[in-house]
């Protein structure tokens, strides 16, 4: 398996002069072994604790299973299709998907957008501007928890501050409970995860404006472009790339996503996703097969959007 | 002339306003949490609106009460800090031992499968890590492990290796090899090059990385919520906040005092170590 030499080594000890015989070979091998002893605990760790669990999961998706029922169930037990057709349709769980793909597609739009337009305000220096950049990118660092709950009491009916001001200042008759009905619940929630996560989109996008050449928009500029055109014209296009790339990786992360839902509603008031109907079918329920089930379906179904999305959006990157 | 000279002049104040726009919604919660957490719970009733400390208002009783152990009639949050500081080093410390020749390896060595390594990397990031916590809820609650910090800390180091790795990795691509060449010449063993060479030079980057682990393992959620819950003397301070958060017994003002407290060596870290942290996340980013 080491005897070919595909590339050029950039190993220190790989670079040495090749002399005839035996002997490049086993420096090769003896680079492989080091590489693969060195690499080992990485691997052991990641596989032991994620790899191996996302292949259980999935066997458990195809078995009857409950945490009392779990010491007589094997590894490789009775497989059966019950869970994933009783997932299916369980009542709520289409509606449990729409809101996952609309709550995604929101804070990945949201958050972008936002972090475009901050990437744009702090792109040239300014006094004071490794301070704004820094507490822009606070939402982002600071524990969700806290974040939540902070969150909570502002636009709580009795306690928060938004809904004083909102009688007091914009004649709002009724507190509005925002997280606890349907027709604000789960665009709240989109607005926090816009707030909390846009310093992710801020922080890619100002490190490639800053890489943009000035020479791109001086020439625009000595042409006649204005501001906006300069913008749409030569900023944009360079920018797509990176936005795009920003756009799946946030799209994977919030579909994932469980504190934040968890913490700001329950789940409850129309914003339940489908990784907190799986923590609920774990721990209040302990069906530990439909959970899985549940689990795998929001995998697969990631899955098939991120193919999709390579398909249409990788290709076209590649060929412009 | 007209159009640009009107945009330019436009976008100039337009960029002043969405900058203090910007400040106000990113650091209003901030300050709202650091306020409530000194104002008495009584005055909040009555006044929610105000954003400032009214005159003579002013307590740290709330910080007494949060900090005080659940015997002395507080909250026990000191307890938790404990919890949430061993769980969060302890896994910061073994994430780098491991991913240290980890990442040396995969940016240095040719060895069977080494292009393989960062795609299961990625592959990973793709799955929910709800998947993963049904079968480690399973085995630790078998294995004794669920209830106990040491099962927490291994699935943070599984949850930080990836990203860590890769960063590192980054950073000992830009080392020129040269440097470990007549390291080598001298005499040095591989582990003698990591530790002498290659470690000093990408401190700055371990260092990054360090923080960005300490951060991830100190804020986590779900994993502490899903094997923790019903030890109490085991929370972590974001698992203590969040259960206390859900009744109505303890004063918000209280919990305000439990989240600043939760937030501050996070915002701290942080701002001292601002400009390290974003290089080594976006380094790279910018070839587009």
Known sequence: MTTTAPEAGRSPTGERPRRPGRRPLTLRRRESRAGLALVAPTLLVVVAVIGIPIVWTVVLAFQRVRLATLRRTGLFGELTLDNVDRVLHTPGFADTLWTTVLYSAGGTVGSILVGLVAALVVRRPFRGRTVVRASMLLPYVAPVVAMTFVWQVMLDPQLGFVNDWGRRFLGWDEPVPFLSQESTALWTVIAFEAWRYFPFAFLFLLARLQAVPGELEEAARVDGATPTQRFRYILLPQLMPVIALIGVLRFIMTFNKFDDVYLLTGGSAGTEVVSVRVYQFLTARTDIGAAAAQAVVLAVVLIVFVAIYLRFFGGRREGA | ?288
């Open chain 2, 1 to 288: 002339m007209d159009r640009d000279r009107i945009e330019t002049v436009s976008l100039r104040w337009l960029r002043r306003l969405v900058i203090a726009a910007f400040l106000v919604v990113t650091l209003l919660p901030f300050w709202y949490m650091l306020v409530l957490s000194v104002r008495p719970i009584e005055r909040l009733l009555l006044d929610p609106g105000s954003l400032l400390v009214p005159f003579g208002e002013l307590t740290v009783a709330t910080y007494a009460e949060v900090l005080k152990s659940v015997e002395d009639g507080g909250q026990g949050f000191l307890a938790f800090i404990r919890n949430s500081g061993i769980v969060a080093l302890a896994a910061t410390a073994l994430t780098l031992v491991i991913a240290i020749p980890g990442a040396y390896a995969v940016s240095r060595l040719r060895f069977f499968g080494r292009r393989q390594v960062s795609a299961l990397f990625l592959a990973v990031y793709l799955f929910p890590s709800i998947v993963i916590a049904i079968p480690l809820f399973v085995v630790f609650t078998r294995a004794g492990l669920r209830g106990s910090l040491v099962g927490l800390v291994l699935v943070y180091i599984s949850q930080t290796l990836p990203v860590s790795v890769y960063m590192l990795k980054n950073y000992f691509e830009t080392i020129p090899v040269s440097l470990e060449e007549s390291a080598a010449i001298d005499g040095a063993g591989r582990l003698g090059i990591i530790r002498r060479v290659s470690l000093p030079l990408a401190a700055p980057s371990v260092m990054a990385v360090a923080l960005y682990d300490f951060m991830i393992a100190w804020n986590e959620f779900l994993f502490a919520l899903l094997f923790l819950v019903d030890r109490p003397n085991r929370w972590t301070v974001s698992l203590g906040l969040s259960l206390l958060a859900d009744g109505v017994e303890v004063p918000k003002t209280v919990l305000m005092a439990g989240s600043v407290i939760l937030t501050l060596p996070i915002v701290i870290l942080f701002l001292a170590s601002e400009r390290l942290l974003t290089e080594g996340l976006t380094s790279g980013a910018e070839k587009g």
